[in-house]
């Protein structure tokens, strides 16, 4: 019997939840010992007696990652670690990321956006794929690599189910006569039909290159679907050849057709326009923009307004509005005054008559505040908070986005700027390679202890720590209800998936082809087929998505788990 076999014998689908419930009600997270005869009685996952499971235990040792990192092989301890190592690889990933558009915004489309910066987006997933099956034995790396294929189809399937419906769901706006999406317009609630998001034209070409993506997968599994053994390490590498071709392929693709880059500069100028007006407006008012409950002081907002109405007309013009921006110090960044009052005016003024009324300025504060609030975290005076929004979005200075693709803003101090960038990108590197391989540890155990396969923890819990800041971004970015910024996310969704199914897939392959291990994973290549092949037809060929396509997304999810239980565990494909 295989060790994959061995290590999968016996699971039901509920160990999981039941382990998470465990921890909430024992405060003893890490220990060398056995686990307290009642939470044996609760989590006794493998059959044994509570007896038999603490001797078990008792016998069982585990080894300290780097000689001094610490190890358990308790089911507590172990899911203790999971969350502590799980929440350095989202800061590694949230270092990265933060960098990459620091540098992207810096330097602009080119070589470097093109090449590097893709990379650097998929590098957490890419170490813990890689540090799944580097270390110890053939037969420990075969084991252990289960971990590495639950992150990479778990990252899919979750950007393209969770992520994907649940921008759907913020960015619906109503649907008109034509069947596209109203930016700024959601009166028909929750409507099935009557409401959704659209998307533009070039958003559906990024679905139909995600879609391309899933071909290294094809080829690896082709040996499997002739039911065949000869071919394999062949097919492995042929595929893995592909993969980094492909992967290759992507970014000179962006380097010479840069209209991604510019997405993703332009996603990345979103925030800072409006936590300078936020930052400025507080200086300005007489009293605090946000109550000490969070909420917003629509008093002061109001006395706001009536400051900025120069002629005291109850309303604002385009000429009071550059005024403002004139006012404010936006530090770094150059930007065009004239531009930013259009895209001001074109947040504000939901009539369409040209000028800002004193109730949708008080709407549009209120919406910015409560933008503002998800950014930062809970806890201390919202009042206090204004500076260190402004700072956190210095870097990323998302200006309010128009149709056409931005262009490279001039920055006062470049040097220093890239200094930063490059300072924030090795620092997320550094965290990602040193904690990658004691997080799979951790998982390892973790599964051991609850025999829980190690796919099913990875699949459901690694994506979260490696895509969390990005799903943040997204949902925010797609809550903004315009077709501008809901192309930009689902870009960045599509974009996500093809480096996970290229650059992430090739990482794979090279550990299963150098290290001679067995390619035994048809069920969750079969989710990842399923997943991406569905949702790039459906996003491939049509721009306007009803809030109903999001049922369909969300019901992805758990049809992949089951699909794996049904196919490994009551059919043996595995």
């Not at 992507?250 to 057709?257: D, G, P, R, T």
């Not at 005024?323 to 005054?337: Q, T």
């Not at 956190?392 to 998302?398: A, G, P, S």
């Not at 315009?482 to 290229?502: A, D, H, P």
Request: glycine content about 6%; hydrophobic content about 45%; proline content about 4%.
């Amino acid at each position: 019997m295989s060790t994959r076999r061995q290590h999968r014998r016996g699971f039901p689908l509920v160990p999981l939840l039941l382990s998470l419930l465990a921890a909430a009600a024992y405060g003893r997270l890490i220990s060398d010992g056995a686990p307290s005869a009642p939470l044996l009685s609760v989590i006794r996952l493998s059959g044994s007696p509570p007896a038999a499971a603490a001797g078990k235990a008792a016998e069982e040792k585990c080894e300290q990652s780097y000689g001094f990192l610490p190890c358990t092989t308790t089911v507590l301890g172990n899911l203790f670690l999971v969350l502590t190592y799980g929440f350095l690889m989202y800061k590694a990933a949230t270092y990265l990321s933060t960098g990459s558009e620091l540098l992207l915004e810096i330097m602009g489309p080119g070589l470097v956006g093109g090449l590097l910066l893709p990379i650097l987006g998929a590098l957490p997933d890419a170490l813990l794929v890689l540090v799944s099956g580097l270390s110890g034995s053939k037969e420990e790396a075969q084991s252990q690599v289960l971990i590495g294929m639950g992150l990479l189809a778990g990252s899919t399937v979750f950007l393209l189910t969770l992520l994907w419906g649940t921008c759907v769901v913020v960015g619906k706006c109503d649907l008109g006569p034509n069947r596209e999406a109203v930016d700024v317009t959601d009166t028909k609630g929750f409507s099935l039909t009557g409401t959704g998001i659209t998307t533009d034209v070039q958003t559906s070409y990024a679905a139909r290159i995600m879609g391309l993506s899933v071909i290294p997968f094809i080829i690896a599994q082709f040996p499997k679907m002739l039911k065949t053994h000869h071919g394999q390490r062949l097919a492995m590498l042929l595929a893995l050849i592909v993969s980094f071709l492909l992967v290759l392929s992507y970014c000179l693709y962006q380097v010479f057709q840069p209209w991604i880059q510019r997405r993703k500069l332009a996603y990345a100028k979103h925030k800072h326009v409006i936590s300078g007006i936020l930052k400025h407006a507080q200086l300005q008012s007489l009293g605090r923009l946000l109550n000490d409950d969070g909420t917003p002081n629509e008093d002061v907002i109001r006395k706001l307004f009536h400051k900025i109405d120069m002629d005291e007309s109850r309303s604002l013009s385009r000429a009071e509005l550059h005024a403002l921006i004139i006012g404010i110090n936006f530090e770094e960044v150059e930007f065009d005054r004239t531009d930013a009052v259009d895209k001001v005016m074109a947040d504000f003024d939901t009539s369409r008559n040209d000028i800002v009324e004193e109730e949708e300025f008080v709407q549009g504060m209120k919406k910015w505040l409560n933008e503002f609030k998800r950014n930062m975290p809970a806890g201390g005076a919202f009042s206090s908070k204004f500076n260190e929004y402004h700072e956190r979005t210095r870097q990323e200075h998302d200006q309010l986005i128009d149709r056409s693709d931005e262009a490279v803003e001039s920055v006062e101090n470049p040097g220093w700027c890239i200094t930063k960038a490059v300072a924030l990108l090795l620092l997320g590197a550094a965290i990602a390679a040193a904690f990658a391989d004691p997080l799979v540890d951790a998982v390892h155990n973790f599964s051991n202890a609850t025999h829980i396969p190690s796919f099913f923890i990875s699949f459901i819990a690694l994506p979260l720590a490696t895509n969390s800041s990005e799903a943040v971004s997204a949902i925010i970015f797609a809550s903004r209800k315009k077709q501008r910024t809901c192309s930009l996310t689902f870009s960045e969704v599509y974009g996500g998936v093809t480096m996970n199914n290229t650059l992430c897939l090739g990482v794979f392959l090279a550990l299963i082809y150098f290290r001679n291990l067995t390619w035994d994973f048809s069920s969750e290549v079969l989710i990842i087929l399923l997943v991406c092949v569905v949702m790039a037809l459906f996003t491939s060929f049509r721009t306007t998505f009803p809030l109903w396509t999001c049922l369909v997304a969300y019901m992805l999810y758990p049809f992949s788990l089951v699909i794996v239980y049904i196919l490994d565990y009551v059919f043996g494909w595995s």
